[in-house]
């Protein structure tokens, strides 16, 4: 299960005119190109382990640096984006105990977990942050 790889190359359609978490959010597509690259080859289990450590990590990082901006320039909907990483960190924690368990189909579950992050959160959720903290003078 691989999508077309070229829809998890950097764009300015993933653009939230901010260097900072735009940084970021390329090095989340590097996590799931990285995946998929894997997927096609066959050798999506070998890299399952190492994609949620770097996706944990990532957590740790990109979520509370967004919820700073947020919350300092009071986006209005903060409280539902916070959610929305809460549960994000919530199912990589689970994809990492179904990984220990051995479950299988666990890379191919967790690509379409990022597929729908991609479309639901950084490309709906991020994008509704982009003009307000533009506004505010946060690029």
Same mark, same amino acid.
């Given at each position: 299960?691989? %999508? =077309?790889?070229?829809?998890? $190359?950097? &764009?300015?359609?993933? &653009?939230?005119?901010?260097?900072?978490? *735009?940084?970021?959010? !390329?090095?989340?597509?590097?996590?799931?190109? =990285?995946?998929?690259?894997? +997927?096609?080859?066959?050798?999506?289990?070998?890299?399952?382990? &190492?994609? +949620?450590? $770097?996706? #944990?990590? @990532?957590?740790?990082?990109?979520?509370?640096?967004?919820?700073?901006?947020?919350? =300092?320039? /009071?986006?209005?909907? +903060?409280?539902t984006h916070c959610a929305e990483h809460d549960r994000f960190t919530r199912l990589v924690a689970k994809f990492l105990e *179904? @990984? @220990?368990?051995? /479950?299988?189909?666990?890379?191919?579950?967790?690509?379409?977990?990022? !597929?729908?992050? +991609? /479309?639901?959160?950084?490309? %709906?959720?991020? /994008?509704? @942050? $982009? &003009?307000?903290?533009?506004?505010?003078? #946060?690029?």
């Amino acid at each position: 299960m691989t %999508v =077309e790889t070229s829809a998890f $190359r950097w &764009s300015d359609r993933y &653009s939230v005119n901010i260097a900072e978490l *735009d940084r970021q959010h !390329q090095g989340f597509l590097a996590i799931v190109h =990285e995946l998929n690259q894997a +997927l096609a080859t066959g050798e999506g289990a070998a890299v399952t382990h &190492s994609i +949620l450590q $770097r996706l #944990v990590e @990532y957590a740790h990082t990109h979520f509370p640096a967004e919820e700073a901006l947020m919350t =300092e320039h /009071k986006f209005p909907t +903060l409280l539902t984006h916070c959610a929305e990483h809460d549960r994000f960190t919530r199912l990589v924690a689970k994809f990492l105990e *179904d @990984y @220990y368990a051995g /479950k299988a189909g666990v890379p191919v579950s967790l690509m379409l977990f990022l !597929q729908t992050w +991609l /479309k639901e959160h950084i490309l %709906v959720s991020d /994008k509704a @942050y $982009r &003009s307000f903290l533009n506004a505010r003078g #946060v690029y």
